[in-house]
């Protein structure tokens, strides 16, 4: 049973923030290297590295500058990157084929990953939005996405990354039942010990334009994904995608995007026993960006107290733009 406080002055809250030290002593929440993943935007360009416009400070990687990126996440203590491809349109069509060619773009950057840093953790994005010549994560028919038949293209999808040596498996498109159709697939191929990061909550949103331009699907995409994507009015909803998606063999869970659903985060961790992720996405990254190009706020401290919300709301990680800079703000 709680107690009521001291009243003023035996209870004086200041005390406990007079300095550093009793600030950090007392800390609630903590934030470190470790709790982030970089995202890495991958591509099959001649160029080492090229600027993607809307997001400041990312550029879309080649093979070996996705390797050479690697490296460098070890150094800052990162666990793991997350890999987004942009393909040449010729690589696109409407099935999404590019997205199950084991020698395609993403098999050759988890294999640079491996062989120059062993020991990272990999992460792989499951849908065919950037593979197909609509634009949608799904199959296309008639201007209906279809379900069924996109998760047996999602299963291929999935085993061609893990047969290529990808850690976590992050199916993204919200088709019904692909997480226990991906996690028999990953069984019956032997690769048991292949996580599963399932966007379990995931918002049809504005904020993910800037990602859009970055992977090039955004002059693809025909209408829009709210027929997938949940309503950004629902909370309970989001429950009940949890608890499908733990039912069906997810590892952990993934809520996407993350400063405007906070409350979701929340309640996704109280509920279950499963590590929760958040996505700080594309369009949170470029809002902070242009606001701190213009002097309106402090990028880092920015940086630093939109992580720690999401650690405070209950996250064990969070996949972040801003990796590399926390970690250099955090002292790693």
């Not at 709680?2 to 005390?15: E, K, T």
Request: glycine letters at 8%.
């Amino acid at each position: 049973m709680s107690l009521p406080p001291a009243p003023y002055p035996y209870s004086r809250p200041r005390r406990l923030r007079a300095s550093p030290w009793r600030r950090r002593l007392v800390a609630e929440t903590t934030l470190s290297p470790a709790d982030l993943i970089w995202p890495l935007i991958v591509h099959d360009g001649d160029e080492a590295r090229e600027p993607v416009p809307s997001m400041p400070g990312v550029e879309r990687l080649s093979v070996r500058a996705c390797a050479e990126a690697a490296r460098e996440a070890v150094a800052m203590g990162l666990p793991a990157v997350a890999l987004f491809p942009h393909v040449s349109p010729r690589v696109k069509d409407a099935q999404g084929s590019g997205a199950t060619d084991p020698s395609g773009l993403i098999p050759d950057c988890i294999k640079a990953i491996k062989d120059a840093a062993p020991d990272l953790g990999v992460m792989c994005d499951v849908a065919l939005d950037c593979y197909t010549d609509h634009g949608h994560d799904g199959l296309l028919r008639e201007g209906v996405i279809l379900n069924d038949e996109t998760v047996a293209r999602l299963c291929e999808q999935a085993l061609v990354q893990a047969e290529a040596g990808a850690d976590i498996i992050a199916p993204s498109d919200m088709m019904d039942g692909r997480v226990g159709a991906i996690r028999d697939a990953l069984e019956s191929e032997g690769h048991r010990d292949v996580m599963i990061l399932s966007y379990a909550a995931k918002y049809a949103s504005c904020f993910y334009g800037p990602y859009r331009d970055a992977v090039g699907s955004a002059r693809a995409l025909s209408g829009d994904k709210k027929t997938y994507q949940m309503d950004p009015a629902n909370s309970d909803e989001a429950l009940r995608e949890v608890a499908l998606d733990i039912g069906e063999g997810a590892d952990a869970v993934m809520v996407k995007p993350g400063l405007a659903y906070l409350d979701i985060i929340q309640r996704v961790a109280e509920r279950f026993e499963v590590p929760v992720f958040a996505y700080q996405v594309s369009g949170e990254y470029a809002m902070l960006k242009a606001a701190a190009a213009n002097g309106w706020l402090d990028e880092d401290r920015a940086v630093i107290e939109t992580l720690m919300a999401f650690r405070r709301a209950g996250c064990a990680g969070i996949v972040s733009y801003f990796a590399p800079r926390a970690c250099r703000l955090l002292g790693a």
